[in-house]
C-alpha cells in the first residue's frame, strides 16, 4: 500500500510493532467528578503493568500532583517505571483512543501522528483540553503532525493494514461530525492519510435512536480485524438484547459477508457473543471485542458474566503466541467505555 502514487501516509494495523502506548489516566478534575480517578485507576494500573513488559507505555497526566499519585500507584504495583513516561497536559476525559492522535507512516517509514478535530462526539461533551493532545503529543515528542479535514475518533475505525478499512457510517457520517463532507470526500481523506483503498461501512446506529451511544456506534465494539483476512463481529445468541440492537446485528452481519479485501476475497467472518447478561453497571449487554492488542499480550474486556471464558477462548484462538488477559471494565462501562477505547497504540 505504501508504494501507491496517491496514497502518503500508512496507519499500521494494531497488530504490528508498537513503539509503546498511550493512556489519559483518569482524575477528579474535570467531567465526572472527584471520584472518577478513585473508581477506575486500578483498571489503569492493570493495563499499565501488562503492557510494560512489551513496549513503553506513555502516561498523560492532568499536573505535577498527579503524575507523583500515578507513579507511586504504579510503583506499589511493582511496575517498573524504566518503561513508563509521562506528559502534563490537562485532559477532560480518559478516551484517548478518540481524541488522541492516530499515528501513521510515510513512505520511508518515519512515524507522523494525524489530528481528525475531535469534537466531543458531536459537542456532547467538554472536550477543549482533550482536543489539544495530539497537538501537546507533537511538540513535546517532536513528532509531525498532519491536520485533517475530517472529524472523527480513533475508536470509530479499524484498518488491516493492507489497505482495508471499516466503520460505521452513523459515527463519521453524520451531521454532528461531517455536516459538509460526502461519503467521497470523507473516503479520499482516509485514503490520503491512513492509507486505506477499500472501504467497508456498516450502517451503525445514531445516538437519538440508541440511547446507550454517544459515539453513534463505534466500529470497535461491534466487529474487529483479528488478521488481514478476518472479522470478528458482535451477537447475541439468545436474542435477547433490545430490538434495536438485534435488528443492527443481524443487519451489520449481512453487510459484513458482502464485504471483500484488497484481492476481491471474501474475509472470514467469526461471531463473538455479547455478554449473557445485562452488565449492571451500565444498562446494556458487554463487547468482548473492545480488546487491544499489544506487543506481547491482548487485554480484553470481561465482566464477571457467564459469556467471559468463551469471549476469551475465542480471542485467545485469534492470536496465538501472545498472552491474553481478562481485565474487568465493570465500572468503566458504567462510563460509557472499555479497553480499546482507553488505549492508543504508537507503532515502532
Same mark, same amino acid.
Request: proline share 4%; hydrophobic share 35%.
Given at each position: ?52 513488559? #512489551? ?24 511496575? /517498573? ?38 469534537? #466531543? ?32 475518533? #480513533? ?8 489497505? /482495508? ?23 479520499? /481523506? ?55 440492537? /438485534? ?89 460509557? #467505555? ?11
Amino acid at each position: 500500500m505504501r508504494g501507491k502514487e496517491n496514497i502518503e501516509f500508512y496507519m499500521p494495523a494494531e497488530w504490528e510493532k508498537h513503539e509503546g502506548t498511550w493512556l489519559q489516566w483518569p482524575h477528579g478534575r474535570a467531567n465526572k467528578g472527584k471520584y472518577y480517578r478513585t473508581k477506575l485507576e486500578d483498571i489503569w494500573v492493570n493495563i499499565t503493568k501488562e503492557l510494560h513488559y #512489551g513496549e513503553n507505555v506513555h502516561i498523560i497526566v492532568y499536573n505535577n500532583e498527579e503524575r507523583e499519585h500515578v507513579r507511586l500507584k504504579l510503583s506499589e504495583a511493582k511496575v /517498573s517505571l524504566d518503561k513508563i513516561d509521562f506528559l502534563i497536559q490537562e485532559t477532560n476525559d480518559v478516551w484517548i483512543r478518540d481524541n488522541g492522535p492516530i499515528f501513521v507512516k510515510d513512505k520511508e517509514d518515519n512515524i507522523l501522528l494525524t489530528n481528525w478535530n475531535f469534537n #466531543g462526539w458531536g459537542n456532547r461533551y467538554p472536550h477543549k483540553n482533550d482536543a489539544m493532545v495530539p497537538m501537546k503529543i507533537s511538540k513535546i515528542y517532536n513528532i509531525p503532525k498532519i491536520d485533517t479535514s475530517v472529524c472523527l475518533e #480513533g475508536g470509530g475505525v479499524e484498518v488491516n493494514g493492507k489497505g /482495508s478499512f471499516m466503520a460505521a457510517k452513523s459515527s463519521i457520517m453524520n451531521e454532528n461530525r461531517n455536516p459538509m463532507l460526502s461519503q467521497k470526500e470523507i473516503q479520499s /481523506s482516509l485514503t490520503k492519510h491512513l492509507g486505506v483503498t477499500n472501504f467497508i461501512w456498516i450502517t451503525g446506529i445514531r445516538g437519538e435512536d440508541n440511547h446507550n451511544e454517544v459515539t453513534d456506534y463505534h466500529i470497535d465494539a461491534a466487529a474487529r480485524f483479528s488478521n488481514e483476512n478476518t472479522i470478528l463481529y458482535e451477537y447475541d445468541p439468545f436474542n435477547e438484547s433490545e430490538e434495536y440492537l /438485534s435488528k443492527a446485528y443481524e443487519r451489520h452481519y449481512q453487510e459484513l459477508k458482502q464485504a471483500r479485501n484488497t484481492d476481491g476475497k471474501p474475509f472470514q467472518l467469526i461471531p463473538v457473543p455479547v455478554t449473557r447478561k445485562v452488565v449492571k453497571e451500565a444498562g446494556c449487554k458487554g463487547s468482548y471485542l473492545n480488546y487491544y492488542i499489544g506487543n506481547e499480550v491482548v487485554l480484553v474486556p470481561i465482566y464477571g458474566d457467564k459469556h467471559d471464558k468463551l469471549g476469551l477462548q475465542i480471542i485467545e484462538g485469534q492470536f496465538l503466541g501472545k498472552r491474553v488477559v481478562g481485565i474487568n471494565v465493570n465500572k468503566l462501562y458504567a462510563y460509557g #467505555g472499555m479497553i480499546h477505547c482507553v488505549t492508543q497504540q504508537q507503532p515502532k
